[in-house]
């Protein structure tokens, strides 16, 4: 990561209180245990080819798992309010050559269920967080339907009333603008 910088046409608050609640909602069952998301969690505008392969030689560097959301920077509440938040997934030192997952969107089977994140893209691939925080990959079945995707929407909705977030930070993977949190840092840190 390069230097912090301020961006006025980036709400880096609010950026990052989507990223706290994403992490918060997708770690729910490892935070009950004492555990958080071990994933480092950054967001930002939509990625293109470039940004992908920063991002996925960043994850492979840091050798960490690396949550990439995408939004209108410059107005995420509305991007949630949409359910237009777009998750991208890199996992780093993958043996069969595919280190990263595009199109990913929070799905849960019913309000109390764990959240999940679904890559329906040919053949889905669902991500589910296990309680030592670590992301847990599975075929999926394909069978996701539209109520699934509001229910995690509006649990998202929920945790922003609580504006629970750690301060924000903006800074560079290459030369891909990314928002994230002081506690990722300490992550990337120790990564």
Same mark, same amino acid.
């Given at each position: 990561?390069? *230097?912090?910088?301020? =961006?006025? =046409?980036?709400?880096?608050?609010?950026? =990052?209180?989507?990223?706290?609640?994403?992490?918060?909602?997708?770690?729910? *069952?490892?935070?009950? *245990?004492?555990n958080g998301l071990d994933a480092v969690v950054m967001g930002g505008g939509e990625l293109s080819e470039t940004g992908v392969q920063e991002l996925t030689s960043f994850a492979n560097a840091k050798n960490r798992e690396l949550l990439h959301v995408a939004m209108d920077q410059a107005r995420p509440f509305e991007t949630l309010a949409q359910g237009n938040l777009n998750f991208t997934y890199f996992a780093p030192g993958v043996v069969t050559g595919i280190s990263f997952i595009c199109g990913g969107r929070?799905?849960?089977?019913?309000?109390?269920?764990?959240? *999940?994140?679904?890559?329906n893209n040919g053949n889905a691939v669902e991500l589910t967080v296990k309680s030592n925080g670590r992301f847990r990959g599975r075929l999926g079945?394909?069978?996701?339907?539209?109520?699934?995707?509001?229910?995690?929407?509006?649990a998202l909705q929920k945790r922003l009333v609580m504006k629970r977030s750690s301060p924000p930070a903006l800074s560079w993977v290459g030369t891909t603008p990314v928002v994230f949190g002081l506690k990722t840092v300490l992550k990337c840190l120790n990564g």
């Open positions: 990561m390069k *230097r912090l910088q301020h =961006n006025s =046409n980036i709400d880096q608050h609010s950026v =990052n209180q989507v990223l706290c609640d994403v992490e918060a909602l997708l770690a729910a *069952r490892a935070i009950k *245990r004492g929070i799905w849960k089977r019913d309000p109390n269920s764990q959240a *999940r994140l679904i890559f079945s394909g069978a996701y339907d539209c109520e699934g995707f509001c229910f995690a929407k509006q």
